[in-house]
């Protein structure tokens, strides 16, 4: 081997292992900034559920934020509902799917379908 190839194969190994510790180096900072993502997420997941213990649906002003309170949104369980009001009786309670909740509660009353309601996730938005 000459000193010309030993050069070219020591920088072509430093290339490689420089490689290599640049691609350990990412691996290492996208853990870090997944875990700091995860942490920060938690605490907005806590500070939301606090909003939410503390503010009823509606919308606010927090100095310069607006801060919506949003309720969940609410739905029919369409299989609860069909057991009980099954579409060959109640044709005009269906699509094909139970009509929308609205439409149910003025078909049947509110009090009827309240059983078979299923509501959302409350949400936070601040923008």
């Known amino acids: 081997m000459t000193a010309n190839n030993t050069e070219t194969a020591t920088a072509t190994d430093q290339d490689q ?13 996208i853990a870090i900034l997944q875990a700091e993502i995860a942490e920060r997420q938690d605490e907005i ?5 606090l909003i939410l213990d503390s503010h009823p649906a509606g919308t606010y002003q927090a100095g310069e934020l ?18 009980t009001y ?18 149910l509660e003025k078909l049947l009353t509110t009090e009827k379908v309240e059983a078979y309601m299923v ?7 601040v923008s």
């Open 86 to 103: 099954p579409a060959a009786q109640y044709p005009d309670c269906y699509q094909l799917r139970p009509k929308p909740l609205s439409q």
């Open 119 to 125: 509501s959302g996730k409350p949400t936070v938005v």
């Open 66 to 83: 607006k801060v919506q309170v949003k309720p969940g949104s609410r739905r029919v369980d369409g299989r609860r509902f069909e057991k």
């Open 17 to 29: 292992h420089l490689k290599e510790n640049l691609f350990e180096l990412q691996a290492k900072r």
């Open 45 to 49: 997941d806590m500070l939301k559920i």
